[in-house]
């Protein structure tokens, strides 16, 4: 039998709104409860299986990422305990899977790097020999890594919408046309600050034996104008991570993150859009034990 779906049902606190993952509770005027739920969701439709402890494991990797990259960005970490913010019998919802964070204004683009050829970048570029509108070099290979990671800006998809990759033009006037005249400067920033966060990270994770081979960041601001890391930094359902010893040129490497569920649904004659198919027991089992994997591998290296 499927493991029962994790649904967070804090009543002490106002909802926001239920994501594709997380939970969005009102703390107060300038802070938020994020509730991180076992879903997966893939295609950008959301599962209809949960993966076991998913929420607390991204939960604690997003943390351990908050912290050792805090010096080049600000982040949305509060250092709230999140069990004091909600009732007595509400407290085990959010242990270990909840966070405090600051209540900012998101950016309306997702902060791809990408420091490798794969997804739908590899798709991209076999079209066109770019990604986003930037021109790679000649006769690359699948899953080949780039001379320099690259920004490679996306729209936000709403629940069962798809990214859209986007070049940084676009992504400067997307900002501008949301945040302000302020925004050009900060998509500016947005893509720097995801350079040095990816080029620190990858270089750490190497030595833990994981190859990150693009990632997922995203932003907001205060109300001072400062643009800080939201959302989660550098999970399994934000990453892509191979096991270093597995990697090759020529195919798509085995990975630590939802790309393996990716490849079984691929094999589906499905349409990527919901309701989603039912994943098999092993399928979900494979992938518990993958984010527990990648977990153990970067915060006990």
Known sequence: MSTP??????QSLPLL???KVRDIYAVDSDKLLIVTSDRLSAFDVILPDPIPDKGR???????FWFARLGHIVPNQITGIDPETVVDAGEREQVRDRALVVKRLKPLPIEAVVRGYVIGSGWKDY???GAICGITLPP?????AKLPQPIFTPATKAEVGDHDENISFERARAICAEVIGPHGAALAEQARDASIALYREAADYAA????LIADTKFEFGVDEAGTLHLIDEALT???SRFWPQ??????ISPPSFDKQYVRDYLETLDWNKKAPAPRLPEEVIARTADKYREAYTRLTQN
């Open 5 to 10: 779906l994790f649904e967070s049902s804090i």
């Open 17 to 19: 709104g239920r994501g």
């Open 57 to 63: 494991v991204l939960t604690a990797m997003a943390g």
């Open 126 to 128: 076999q079209a066109s």
């Open 139 to 143: 006769g690359l290979r699948q899953a």
């Open 207 to 210: 030595k833990c034996g994981i």
């Open 236 to 238: 399994p359902d934000s």
């Open 245 to 250: 010893s597995e990697y090759r040129e020529g």
